[in-house]
């Protein structure tokens, strides 16, 4: 086993950073990931891609906690059906078959509760034109589980699977929102952070958005920024792709009070969790194109390019800050509010 | 919408990139005009997360070394001052402290290690929080008080509202201006001048630093804490160093006076004392701690408990603690990478050195920004 693990689970293992990272690498990558025609587990891309026939049979699967449940913005219910079909959409399958909800729930957790939740799955089911085909239910005994674990499954067919790994020196990277608005309206609402200002989740089923970007063509890489934030994203992308990414901080959409939170608790943005947006890649001459495109989704009004690959500093994220510039570390664990 | 045009964006003018650029040549001009390489060093980690934040280091010439002294309040508690902390808690004295000292290690112990080992440790944000919690319990609660004037100031100012009786300070406070003294006069440093901390200036007045000034010949420059305060403090500073001409220029005029904020002052004065003492890795700094007078002797820790520390004396250093240069580091005459343990066996998961403990540390700092390499011709 990696020593680098340590002896046990911590939560820095489910962050979605470095030590997530080697978590899945030296335990699950290690012992179970087997040869397939397609996109498998080694990959540990967005999710899988199985060949049928002519087509690639899309699969992903996500599990799905959040404290606290309701949030500005979204709730549980909202993220596990936005998860599951971002991750579809993030390997090119925009529109989704089916897909399965698995409801752990803790005992004495009230039905009002559980309703609104499934509400709020219908709603952003129907906005992705997505549909729960199946599922799943467990009740543990008070105390086994915190309140609702919930997992959703998804399956779609495409006939083009969009990778991880194909970005080159010169692709340019577009992101299709504000950076930032998930984690720290999560934050605030956990800690209880009295923050003025409208700090809202970003929750919310993208593959329209990138259904237009992949009309537009050019399109050669997607990733949602989720757990680890856009930090982590650019980073995995360009360790897969064997590029440097160059990021020009001016050009990252990030509402102002998201801002104002980040400086105030020293959190980067970057480091955040987004749960409505994508990060796609696309080759030069078709930036502004794939741009005009999702600009005419509601959801991505605000999308702008934001980097440029580069042919040195391999797998490295470097930021112009306007003032200079500096590497992005990716983050090792949950970033936390800052202590004095 | 594009950052740039958000209102509440633009009203951040110390964030100007068009006046960083022209800020960046001026620096550059002064370098060049030096011609040869010239160190200056600033004393405050919060100006370091400001340089690495905005990656100024890339905008830097190549010629001028600017480097983070003793800036940093946790850094420089001495071992012996966290051992003290570590004891009263095994003691069963129910310890306050700010996060950042959990971690730090002491000869064989930290705080965090003797949580683990159940004694009580609260986290506070300030030390009003610490008298708070005193008031809501019955036990003794010992606010752990680190940190340089600009915190000392707040401790003093509890201290003279009469906190409850079961309150007390265990006071490893420190002095800015005495360890200047000492980083100036060591020979292996080569700093030919200062960038002042402009929140500890609003205190003391920035009249403070003008003896430093003349007994050393250097220049000393009061600066605030946005890039733009940075690069036009630092284009100041390295005129003065290439003109030769000491004296102390104020950068921060919108917060700091030549006088400072005397009842602020006034209250640190009266509560504190000065005295000579250890700072971490560093040196002995006269006058350099700051203790409580003797009218406060029922507040002061030391002297209300008898802290044991006996306990420790039988223990060496862990071997990885005597390879840490941490206080090399803070006296300007190493850098985090000249540090074997750096980012290898220490890492803010596992610190070894205190350096890496603190968000102010740092190397803490620069393992936070993924080290610094030389960013300066990197185009898309």
């Known amino acids: 086993m990696n020593p680098l693990l340590g002896e046990r689970v911590a939560l820095k293992h489910g962050a979605g950073g470095r030590a997530m990272r080697m978590l899945i690498e030296s ?30 049979l899309i699969l992903t699967t996500d599990s799905h906690v959040v404290h606290p449940r309701f949030f500005p913005g979204g709730d549980i219910g909202r ?26 729930l803790e005992e004495g957790f009230p039905f009002s509760e559980l309703e609104r939740i499934r509400d709020s799955m219908k709603a952003a089911a129907a906005e992705a034109g997505a549909r729960v085909v199946t599922g799943d239910t467990k009740v543990m005994r008070k105390g086994e589980v915190d309140g609702i674990v919930l997992n959703t499954t998804g399956v779609a067919l495409t006939g083009t699977l969009v990778r991880d790994c194909d970005l080159r020196p010169g692709d340019r990277i577009i992101v299709s929102g504000s950076i930032g608005d998930h984690g720290f309206a999560v934050l605030a609402a956990r800690h209880g952070l009295d923050l003025q200002g409208d700090l809202r989740s970003d929750v919310a089923p993208v593959n329209g958005v990138v259904r237009l970007a992949l ?15 856009l930090a982590s994203t650019l980073h995995e992308l360009a360790a897969k792709s064997g590029v440097g990414i160059l990021l020009e901080e001016g050009a990252i959409p990030i509402h102002g009070e998201v801002r104002a939170a980040s400086e105030l608790l020293g959190i980067d943005p970057l480091h955040v969790a987004n749960e409505g947006k994508a990060v796609i890649g696309v080759r030069p001459e078709s930036a502004e194109k794939v741009l005009g495109a999702i600009r005419e989704h509601p959801l991505g009004r605000e999308s702008a390019i934001v980097g440029t690959c580069l042919d040195d500093w391999k797998g490295k994220v470097i930021l112009d800050t306007g003032f200079g510039k500096r590497l992005v570390a990716e983050i090792e664990g949950e970033p936390m509010p800052r202590i004095c | 919408m594009q950052p740039g045009n958000d209102p509440r964006v633009r009203e951040l003018k110390f964030r100007d990139p068009e006046r960083a650029r022209r800020l960046t040549a001026a620096l550059r001009q002064a370098a060049e005009d030096i011609g040869r390489p010239a160190s200056v060093m600033h004393v405050c980690g919060s100006h370091e997360q400001a340089i690495a934040r905005f990656g100024l280091r890339a905008a830097f010439p190549t010629s001028l070394n600017v480097i983070m002294g003793p800036g940093c309040p946790v850094c420089i508690t001495d071992v012996p001052e966290v051992d003290e902390g570590v004891a009263l808690a095994l003691q069963g004295v129910r310890i306050a402290t700010y996060g950042d000292m959990l971690k730090v290690p002491g000869t064989v112990k930290s705080l965090a290690s003797a949580q683990a080992e159940g004694a009580r440790i609260d986290i506070v944000y300030s030390v009003a929080q610490a008298v708070q919690l005193a008031r809501s319990v019955s036990e003794e609660v010992c606010f752990f008080a680190t940190g340089f004037e600009t915190t000392a100031v707040a401790t003093a100012a509890e201290i003279l509202a009469g906190p409850p009786e079961n309150f ?24 030919e001048g200062f960038l002042a901390a402009g929140h500890a200036a609003s205190i003391t007045g920035w009249g403070v630093f003008e003896p430093f000034a003349a007994r050393h010949g250097l220049p000393v420059v009061v600066a605030g804490f946005e890039p733009l305060d940075i690069l036009a403090a630092l284009v100041k500073l390295v005129e003065l160093v290439r003109d030769g001409s000491p004296g102390v220029v104020n950068m921060f005029p919108r917060c700091v006076t030549k006088e400072g904020n005397l009842p602020a002052q006034e209250t640190l004065w009266k509560v504190f004392r000065p005295l000579g003492g250890r700072w971490r890795g560093i040196a002995h700094v006269p006058n350099g701690n700051l203790r409580l007078r003797d009218e406060f002797a029922h507040l002061d820790a030391r002297r209300r408990f008898r802290i044991d520390l006996a306990r420790f004396w039988d223990y060496a250093p862990a071997g990885l603690a005597q390879q840490c240069i941490c206080g090399d580091i803070m006296a300007g005459i190493n850098s985090p990478t000249g540090c074997a343990l750096y980012g290898k066996q220490c890492t803010p998961e596992n610190p070894v050195g205190a ?9 803490r700092i620069w393992h936070q920004y993924g080290g610094v390499p030389n960013l300066r011709e990197v185009k898309a």
């Not at chain 1, 040869?35 to 087509?55: N, S």
């Not at chain 1, 989704?96 to 909800?101: A, I, Q, R, Y």
Request: aromatic share 2%; proline share 5%.
């Open chain 1, 27 to 56: 335990i699950f990558v290690e012992g179970l990931a087997a040869e397939v025609d397609g996109v498998g587990l080694a990959a540990m891309d967005d999710g899988a891609a199985l060949r049928v026939g002519e087509q690639w």
């Open chain 1, 79 to 104: 993220l596990s059906i936005s998860g599951t079909v971002n991750d579809l959409a993030m390997m090119g399958a925009t529109e989704p078959l089916g897909l399965t909800c698995a409801v752990v």
């Open chain 1, 215 to 229: 009309r537009a063509g050019g399109v050669v890489a997607l990733k949602d920024p989720t757990r680890g934030g």
């Open chain 2, 168 to 191: 007390s300070v265990l006071s490893a406070h420190k002095y800015i201006p005495p360890v200047m003294e000492i980083v100036a006069e060591m020979p292996e440093n080569k700093v």
């Open chain 2, 355 to 363: 350096c890496m403990v603190s968000t102010e540390g740092t190397c």
